[in-house]
């Protein structure tokens, strides 16, 4: 996955169709907190997906994938 630091581009095997991001703005601090769901098409097998999050803090267990077919969550 290191090949993918730094890249402009992200890698071609999934493709993003839809973002619905939420944000709540601490004007005061000037930080935010929110969320995003990501709706995509894998075109490729792989093992690992490759998203953009150049100085934000994503909590580990706050990750999680839903097969939109079977409903199926990783």
Known sequence: M?????Q???????IPKKYD???????????????VQISIDVVDDTEFLV???????I???SVWFKNQRSGQVF
């Open 59 to 61: 909590h580990e267990n």
């Open 2 to 6: 290191d090949r993918f630091k730094g």
């Open 8 to 14: 402009a581009r992200l890698p071609k095997f999934a």
């Open 21 to 35: 991001l939420n944000l709540t703005p601490d004007l005061s601090s000037c930080t935010f907190t929110g969320s």
């Open 51 to 57: 998203l953009n999050a150049a100085d934000l803090s």
